[in-house]
């Protein structure tokens, strides 16, 4: 297989900059292209390329990576008529890093296939710190031969790199990541609010319990800003609402009841419901503490 030298960026966000980013420090030549051109204009000027449309990246690039945010986006930009797919040159690997739906992988590694083009779903885990300090865990599906070819660039961006399987093997392992998030992030504002309630000095229970049986990387890294009143996105509330219904999804294909699940979606689509659905995932704490 051809050695990457240039790699294509769709969606600089939260995440995806910092993402890019690294890639570039790493000696890539990196193109970019996102619907808000002002959110790349920090990575231009450190001197990746702007390119006007995804067709021109397709047409430019060695491997593209997606990074958007929902599977309507993931669609457009794989399977449009003026998407990936159609205009990539053969050999081109495509990476989808969007939390995505497992069927949709699916189709696209099938389309990609009959285009001579090596697809792979590619979800992480680890919010903004994770993608600023390129500790992301990255949970990859498709071919295993264009994972290893890949395996540079993810390198870059993540710690935890794993090789789950075949197409959909990924966002199957990502839908795990979010449902033991998701009742975990209940507990974790709970715990908040009951030391708070009871008189305690929160943080010095945070001293406690963070590196016993109840440790995590949410009461780690989000009960601090939960406490501190610090809601701004490392993770929107509204995709991960659109993360757990995919997973309820796929569960329920499988005939599968998850009530732990259920439970947090509905709390979140009520915290969306009172205008926090740009906030970050530790703004459930606000349910119990206005």
Same mark, same amino acid.
Request: hydrophobic fraction near 40%; charge should be negative; include cysteine.
């Given at each position: 297989?051809?050695?990457?030298?240039?790699?294509?960026?769709?969606?600089?966000?939260?995440? +995806?900059?910092?993402?890019?980013?690294?890639?570039?420090?790493?000696?890539?030549?990196?193109?970019?292209?996102?619907?808000?051109?002002?959110?790349?204009?920090?990575?231009?000027?450190? +001197?990746?390329?702007?390119?006007?449309?995804?067709?021109?990246?397709?047409?430019?690039?060695?491997?593209?990576?997606?990074?958007?945010?929902?599977?309507?986006?993931?669609?457009?930009?794989?399977?449009?008529?003026? +998407?990936?797919?159609? !205009?990539?040159?053969?050999?081109?690997?495509?990476?989808?890093?969007?939390?995505?739906?497992?069927?949709?992988?699916?189709?696209?590694?099938?389309?990609?296939?009959?285009? +001579?083009?090596?697809?792979?779903?590619?979800?992480?885990?680890?919010?903004?710190?994770?993608?600023? !300090?390129?500790?992301?865990?990255?949970?990859?599906?498709?071919?295993?031969?264009?994972?290893?070819?890949?395996?540079?660039?993810?390198?870059?961006?993540?710690?935890?790199?794993?090789?789950?399987?075949?197409?959909? #093997?990924?966002?199957?392992?990502?839908?795990?990541?979010?449902i033991a998030i998701a009742a975990g992030m209940i507990g974790v504002a709970e715990a908040m609010v009951y030391a708070k309630k009871s008189g305690l000095d929160p943080e010095r229970v945070l001293k406690s319990i963070t590196t016993?049986?109840?440790?995590?990387?949410?009461? #780690?890294?989000?009960?601090?800003?939960?406490?501190?009143?610090?809601?701004?996105?490392?993770?929107?509330?509204?995709?991960?609402?659109?993360?757990?219904?995919?997973?309820?999804?796929?569960?329920?294909?499988?005939?599968?009841?998850?009530?732990?699940?259920?439970?947090?979606?509905?709390?979140?689509?009520?915290?969306?419901?009172?205008?926090?659905?740009?906030?970050?995932?530790?703004?459930?704490?606000?349910?119990?503490?206005?």
């Amino acid at each position: 297989m051809a050695q990457i030298k240039t790699v294509g960026f769709i969606g600089i966000g939260v995440m +995806g900059s910092s993402m890019a980013g690294h890639l570039m420090d790493a000696g890539y030549d990196v193109l970019i292209y996102t619907r808000t051109k002002e959110k790349a204009d920090a990575l231009m000027r450190r +001197g990746a390329k702007w390119k006007s449309t995804v067709k021109e990246i397709a047409e430019a690039a060695d491997a593209v990576i997606t990074m958007v945010g929902y599977p309507s986006d993931v669609e457009e930009v794989y399977l449009g008529e003026d +998407g990936l797919i159609a !205009h990539a040159a053969p050999g081109t690997f495509l990476i989808d890093m969007t939390t995505s739906k497992p069927q949709l992988a699916k189709e696209i590694d099938m389309k990609a296939r009959e285009k +001579g083009l090596l697809a792979l779903d590619a979800p992480v885990s680890g919010g903004d710190a994770g993608a600023r !300090h390129g500790t992301l865990a990255i949970m990859i599906g498709g071919e295993k031969t264009a994972y290893e070819a890949c395996l540079p660039l993810f390198e870059q961006m993540g710690e935890n790199i794993q090789y789950q399987g075949p197409a959909g #093997s990924g966002q199957h392992t990502k839908m795990c990541n979010q449902i033991a998030i998701a009742a975990g992030m209940i507990g974790v504002a709970e715990a908040m609010v009951y030391a708070k309630k009871s008189g305690l000095d929160p943080e010095r229970v945070l001293k406690s319990i963070t590196t016993g049986a109840a440790g995590s990387w949410s009461l #780690s890294n989000l009960a601090p800003r939960m406490l501190k009143g610090d809601f701004a996105p490392g993770f929107y509330v509204k995709h991960f609402i659109k993360d757990m219904g995919i997973a309820l999804e796929e569960a329920e294909l499988m005939g599968e009841e998850m009530p732990g699940l259920s439970l947090a979606k509905s709390l979140y689509e009520k915290l969306c419901e009172e205008g926090e659905e740009n906030s970050g995932t530790q703004s459930i704490y606000k349910l119990w503490v206005k």
